[in-house]
């Protein structure tokens, strides 16, 4: 039988609810917990150089990781985010390549440690480009054979076969001076720790930090902006004359051509005019009246923010490099203690929706902390800062403030009061939410609020985690 969500407001109040004990004997500073926009949810938990956990919301339960061999300090400035795919234990890397397949699985060069199903592979390149499967069953342990769901290909997968795992990958960048090893992702997969370049970040990292990752795929599939079949194409450019776009609105968005002529590639946009997108590196099958297309963010791309100092960082996954970006505006002012850091991408409204002056993924919004209101919001396609204007402006978030983002708004904890809060992005303002009528300790720095989704067909019920400030006690509270 169907799951309906009869909850009304002002009928059905907001409760609490108790959830499995946090798996140490209290938050300390910089704890931060992660969560993944993939199949099963899970949520990853730093809470030292050396110790790490997941939690696993299907079973209300947390089991320990291995030790994440983080270089410097462990304090503030800590932090991570979730990324869309993963190449396993590969650096600099923007795809993985079977060494040999069937019509309904590939060998893969990886030592998976975990069993995958339900999990979901996509073909970028190569025998199959294009395709996307879902994991059935794989082996375990070196050169792994992945075995896929549904009716065989009328063509076997081969060694040309070029592949992203649509499984959980957490980037994790430690504080102090920072030295090799300070940033690490976490392969799911593979359940290892890999150390990736630190370069081009500061080299120190204090008071509170935030990474940012635009990813495409959220949840249980790609998150399309736009979609339509290309009028025609060449060498670095993908047109549809029955387009209207702003100019400029797609850079640095991602564009994947699904089906059709060069299925498979992904590009980063470098720019477009009304009718066409130019990418930042040419096709390799230019694209052509047969091929579709979708617009969605951008995979390559994290951002850290923070330190105390308005400087925002780029990093590339593909090339494993970090880049200082220099905004036609800079940021009004540096963030501190209680900061936040989201991008935005599925807020219903209609203005947010219109693909021809698209708001959803093109925007990171940063509560400014520091003891203050302000509200400050990167441009991804014009690189550039604002400071929005919201009314009312609500308390003043310091350090302790946790931060969630869901769908239409951002929630809030302010710092350790129990008073929550939530912007509306599309009312622009922020509203009150909720009481933590549940004692904390003392505010610490370090987020370690996330959401969860409960699905069943069509219907969506979401649910807000949190772990209290100095204390071991995890309760979540469902959105109404």
Request: charged share 10%; hydrophobic share 35%; aromatic share 12%.
């Amino acid at each position: 039988m169907p799951t309906t969500n009869g909850n009304r407001r002002t009928l059905d109040l907001k409760r609490w609810e108790f959830c499995s004990l946090y798996p140490l004997s209290a938050t300390a500073a910089a704890h931060f917990i992660v969560s993944s926009r993939h199949y099963r949810q899970q949520q990853l938990l730093v809470s030292s150089n050396t110790a790490a956990s997941m939690y696993n919301p299907s079973e209300d339960a947390w089991i320990s990781l291995p030790s994440p061999a983080l270089a410097g300090t462990f304090g503030a400035g800590a932090c991570g985010v979730a990324g869309s795919f993963s190449t396993g234990t590969t650096v600099a890397a923007s795809s993985l390549t079977a060494t040999a397949g069937t019509t309904t699985s590939i060998t893969t060069n990886q030592t998976l440690a975990r069993d995958l199903r339900g999990y979901s592979v996509y073909f970028v390149g190569g025998t199959n480009a294009g395709k996307l499967k879902t994991i059935a069953s794989n082996t375990i342990g070196t050169n792994a054979v992945i075995t896929f769901e549904g009716a065989a290909e009328s063509v076997a997968f081969d060694n040309t076969s070029q592949y992203r795992l649509k499984t959980p990958v957490f980037y994790v960048v430690g504080a102090g001076t920072l030295a090799s090893a300070s940033f690490r992702k976490y392969d799911f997969a593979t359940n290892t720790w890999v150390t990736l370049s630190q370069t081009g970040l500061p080299s120190s990292i204090g008071t509170d930090g935030k990474l940012v990752s635009t990813p495409a795929w959220i949840d249980n599939g790609f998150k399309s902006f736009a979609t339509g079949t290309a009028t025609s194409g060449a060498a670095a450019t993908l047109t549809n004359t029955g387009k209207n776009w702003t100019v400029n609105q797609w850079t640095n968005s991602q564009i994947r051509i699904t089906a059709g002529t060069g299925a498979g590639q992904i590009r980063t946009v470098a720019s477009n005019t009304s009718t066409a997108t130019t990418v930042s590196s040419n096709w390799t099958t230019n694209p052509d009246a047969t091929s579709q297309y979708s617009l969605e963010g951008n995979d390559d791309f994290i951002y850290f923010m923070g330190n105390n100092a308005v400087t925002l960082y780029r990093y590339s996954i593909a090339g494993n490099t970090w880049s200082t970006l220099t905004p036609v505006a800079a940021r009004a002012a540096a963030p501190g203690a209680g900061m936040s850091g989201h991008w935005i991408h599925s807020v219903s409204a209609s203005d947010w929706t219109n693909e021809n002056a698209i708001l959803n993924g093109r925007y990171i919004y940063s509560f400014q902390g520091g003891n203050t209101t302000n509200l400050h919001r990167y441009d991804i396609a014009g690189n550039t800062w604002a400071t929005i204007t919201y009314a009312p402006p609500g308390d003043a978030t310091s350090t302790g403030t946790k931060w969630c983002y869901n769908k239409d708004r951002l929630y809030m904890q302010r710092d350790n009061t129990g008073r929550w809060f939530c912007f509306d992005f599309a009312e622009q303002a922020m509203q009150p939410w909720s009481t933590m009528l549940y004692p904390q300790g003392a505010s610490i720095v370090g987020d370690t609020c996330f959401d969860v989704t409960y699905r069943d067909g069509s219907t969506e019920i979401d649910y807000i985690y949190m772990v209290l400030n100095t204390s071991n006690v995890m309760l979540r509270q469902m959105v109404i």
